[in-house]
């Protein structure tokens, strides 16, 4: 019996998770580089000009293929176990403010603690990914997991196919992607392209042109300095501001501009659409539903030529339809009609405005129009 014992306890011992340590100094340009079969990837910052590597979450079995190896002031970790890995593998680094991160791993999160001053890049299949704050620039991908960010101060590229992305600043570019998750970021200091397939798009201000899609939520953004490119199948787009080109495009919703500096072009299957917008020189502007009201508000003294068109789609006959719609406005129509006839019903109205100048085509079908002084 006393002999069974001790061989069972010299078998749990064999499978008994252990840990192992190293440091490395390098000099103050440095990089990590790691690449792992499986775990999670912890990485901290300190002041001191060393490396420090932990691994846990091992027996000494799996640890023989944990590889641990300095060249210059590159210090690479990987981890490749012969029958895939056999543990809850964690790997943890704390790494000088300066040094360049390359972070790969299979099965795992990836969380970056403290201020790193350089650039980080790296991917998981199966985790997330946190980042507390970055002076660099930052590529991060995962396949099943969030991604959620501190300020960044560079450019920002990240991608997930299975989570949410939240952001605070960026000072720089960003691109981020999911296909199932809501979009949020703070603002961004210069272009921003976001997508998703799954959710909302909510973003503050951005400092230059903005592609922003999806395929299942609102869009809601602040004030865009450059062209504004926002797209949504199913929900609302709301754009509090920008100096250029706007295209807003819902099959499902309300469309809500304000202060826009430059043309819209605005066209919604099911909602209504509220603009306020002064033109620029920079060509015409249309605002389209096939379901809704048109609110346009006008600056009295822009120089525009607006057409207006109610277009009536109904069974209700044609002197039941002129009395349910209008076009009402702020300023003097130069011609306003309601006919009836074989090409199809509508009320039409035309203004010119301080002698004419960029088109502005306002269309609805079984709504008002209104054109308002701003």
């Given at each position: 019996?006393?002999?069974?014992?001790?061989?069972?306890?010299l078998?749990?011992?064999?499978?008994?998770?252990?840990?192992?340590?190293?440091?490395?100094?390098?000099?103050?340009?440095?990089?990590?580089?790691v690449?792992?079969?499986?775990?999670?990837?912890?990485?901290?910052?300190?002041?001191?000009?060393?490396?420090?590597?932990?691994?846990?979450g091992?027996?000494?079995?799996?640890?023989?293929?944990?590889?641990i190896?300095?060249?210059?002031?590159?210090?690479?970790?990987?981890?490749?176990?012969?029958?895939?890995?056999?543990?809850?593998?964690?790997?943890?680094?704390?790494?000088?403010?300066?040094?360049?991160?390359?972070?790969?791993?299979?099965g795992?999160?990836?969380?970056?603690?403290?201020?790193?001053?350089?650039?980080?890049?790296?991917?998981?299949?199966?985790?997330?990914?946190?980042?507390?704050?970055?002076?660099?620039?930052?590529?991060?991908?995962?396949?099943?997991?969030?991604?959620?960010?501190?300020?960044?101060?560079?450019?920002?590229?990240?991608?997930?196919?299975?989570?949410?992305?939240?952001?605070?600043?960026?000072?720089?570019?960003?691109?981020?992607?999911?296909s199932?998750?809501?979009?949020?970021?703070?603002?961004?200091?210069?272009?921003?392209?976001?997508r998703?397939?799954?959710?909302n798009?909510?973003?503050?201000?951005?400092?230059?042109?903005?592609?922003?899609?999806?395929?299942?939520?609102?869009?809601?953004?602040?004030r865009?300095?450059?062209?504004?490119?926002?797209?949504?199948?199913?929900g609302?787009?709301?754009?509090?501001?920008a100096s250029?080109i706007?295209?807003?495009?819902?099959?499902?919703g309300?469309i809500?501009?304000?202060?826009?500096?430059?043309?819209?072009?605005?066209?919604?299957?099911?909602?209504?659409?509220?603009?306020?917008?002064n033109p620029?020189?920079?060509?015409e502007?249309?605002?389209?539903?096939?379901?809704?009201?048109?609110?346009?508000?006008?600056?009295a003294?822009?120089?525009?030529?607006?057409?207006?068109?109610?277009?009536?789609?109904?069974?209700?006959?044609?002197?039941s339809k002129?009395?349910?719609?209008?076009?009402?406005?702020?300023?003097?129509?130069?011609t306003?009609d309601?006919?009836?006839?074989?090409?199809?019903?509508?009320?039409?109205?035309?203004?010119v405005?301080?002698?004419?100048?960029?088109?502005?085509?306002?269309?609805?079908?079984?709504?008002?129009?209104?054109?308002?002084?701003?």
């Amino acid at each position: 019996m006393l002999l069974l014992s001790l061989v069972g306890l010299l078998i749990l011992s064999a499978h008994a998770d252990v840990k192992r340590e190293q440091s490395f100094s390098v000099g103050k340009t440095s990089s990590l580089e790691v690449s792992v079969s499986g775990g999670d990837i912890l990485v901290k910052t300190w002041e001191k000009q060393e490396i420090n590597v932990i691994v846990e979450g091992l027996d000494d079995e799996d640890m023989e293929y944990v590889k641990i190896v300095q060249t210059g002031n590159t210090v690479r970790v990987s981890y490749r176990p012969k029958w895939g890995n056999h543990g809850d593998a964690k790997f943890l680094m704390t790494v000088p403010s300066q040094c360049e991160l390359d972070l790969r791993t299979s099965g795992g999160d990836i969380d970056l603690q403290g201020n790193l001053l350089a650039n980080a890049k790296g991917s998981t299949s199966g985790g997330d990914i946190t980042i507390e704050k970055i002076q660099g620039s930052v590529n991060m991908s995962t396949s099943g997991g969030d991604i959620k960010t501190g300020d960044i101060n560079g450019k920002a590229d990240l991608r997930t196919s299975g989570g949410n992305i939240t952001l605070a600043t960026v000072n720089g570019e960003a691109s981020v992607s999911t296909s199932g998750g809501d979009i949020r970021i703070e603002k961004v200091g210069k272009k921003l392209d976001a997508r998703t397939s799954g959710g909302n798009v909510e973003v503050g201000d951005i400092g230059g042109d903005a592609t922003l899609s999806t395929a299942g939520g609102d869009v809601r953004v602040g004030r865009v300095t450059g062209n504004a490119r926002l797209r949504t199948a199913g929900g609302d787009i709301v754009l509090n501001g920008a100096s250029g080109i706007v295209e807003a495009k819902t099959a499902g919703g309300d469309i809500d501009l304000k202060n826009i500096t430059g043309s819209i072009e605005a066209k919604t299957a099911g909602g209504d659409i509220d603009a306020e917008l002064n033109p620029s020189g920079s060509g015409e502007s249309e605002l389209k539903t096939a379901g809704g009201n048109v609110k346009l508000f006008i600056p009295a003294n822009a120089k525009a030529t607006i057409e207006a068109v109610i277009r009536l789609r109904d069974d209700w006959g044609w002197s039941s339809k002129k009395n349910k719609y209008d076009i009402k406005s702020d300023f003097k129509a130069d011609t306003y009609d309601k006919r009836g006839d074989d090409d199809g019903d509508e009320i039409h109205a035309t203004y010119v405005l301080n002698g004419g100048g960029e088109v502005i085509y306002l269309e609805t079908v079984n709504g008002n129009i209104d054109i308002r002084k701003k």
